[in-house]
Nanobody, 118 residues
Framework: QVQLVESGGDLAQAGGSLRLSCAVS????????MGWFRQAPGKEREFVAR???????NYADSVRGRFSISRDNAKNMVYLQMNSLRPEDTAVYYC????????????WGQGTQVTVSS
């Protein structure tokens, strides 16, 4: 059974940084395309960043140049480094795994709260 567990969410000041972690168990993360999504109160869940098992990472326009997604296959971990945080980055952040390369995400974590104060 595949499980994803996020951590690292916290309260941060605008302009600050946080690093989110996603621990994957049940299968090796090197076989997955991995993504981060977020959902702010009253809004739809939105794509943030994606790291394929091979190839280039991609980002939402709203975070490009500020956030960076990475993975450590040896540790079965995925990370989201968030710099130059803005109040509009406040949301619950979710890690997700596309296990079959279909462009849909098959496994999701429970989310971690990020709050950015102005």
């Amino acid at each position: 059974q595949v499980q994803l567990v996020e951590s690292g969410g916290d309260l941060a000041q605008a302009g600050g940084s946080l690093r989110l972690s996603c621990a994957v168990s049940g299968r090796t993360v090197s076989n997955f395309h991995m993504g981060w999504f977020r959902q702010a109160p009253g809004k739809e869940r939105e794509f943030v960043a994606r790291t394929p098992w091979s190839g280039y990472n991609n980002y939402a326009d709203s975070v490009r140049g500020r956030f960076s997604i990475s993975r450590d296959n040896a540790k079965n971990m995925v990370y989201l480094q968030m710099n130059s945080l803005r109040p509009e980055d406040t949301a619950v952040y979710y890690c997700a795994a596309d296990a079959y390369g279909r462009g849909t995400y098959d496994y999701w974590g429970q989310g971690t709260q990020v709050t950015v104060s102005s």
